[in-house]
């Protein structure tokens, strides 16, 4: 986490990606996204997406632990953009918050949240 940014009260976000195959990489999204940070994760995807040779991105959204208008949209962008470039990108693992949150926008099918994520237990990797 960035304790600079923290202690002056500017939302943080940190990104991981792992490789979890050949083609495919799992991003892990922890902390704010919101305006002030969706930036970081635009170009985190872009970067992936720009060396090639990947055939599926992972979305780790249990660490989330705030989303606006401007995550969600960097969110549903990302998606589009990987399926138009032959990528698929869905949610692999999100906390009862982040469900609930693109599940009361109406994205969570869009980004491959199950249908039945509104039940804790359904939820992948849910804490």
């Known amino acids: 986490?960035?304790?600079?940014?923290a202690a002056q009260?500017?939302?943080?976000?940190?990104?991981?990606?792992?490789?979890?195959?050949?083609?495919?990489?799992?991003?892990s999204v922890h902390g704010e996204l919101d305006?002030?940070?969706a930036d970081q994760l635009r170009s985190a995807i872009t970067e992936l997406l720009n060396r090639g040779?990947?055939?599926a991105i992972g979305l780790d959204l249990r660490g989330?632990?705030?989303i606006d208008s401007s995550g969600i949209g960097t969110l549903v962008v990302a998606q589009r953009i990987c399926q138009q470039v032959g990528v698929r990108m869905r949610l692999t693992a999100v906390n009862a918050f982040a469900a609930r949150v693109l599940g009361v926008?109406?994205?969570d099918a869009a980004l491959g949240l199950p249908a039945t994520a509104g039940a804790p237990a359904a939820l992948v990797g849910a804490d």
């Open 105 to 107: 926008v109406g994205v």
């Open 35 to 37: 305006c002030a940070t």
């Open 53 to 55: 040779g990947l055939t």
């Open 64 to 66: 989330l632990t705030f």
């Open 1 to 5: 986490m960035d304790t600079v940014a």
């Open 9 to 27: 009260g500017k939302p943080t976000l940190q990104i991981g990606v792992e490789p979890v195959g050949r083609a495919e990489v799992t991003v």
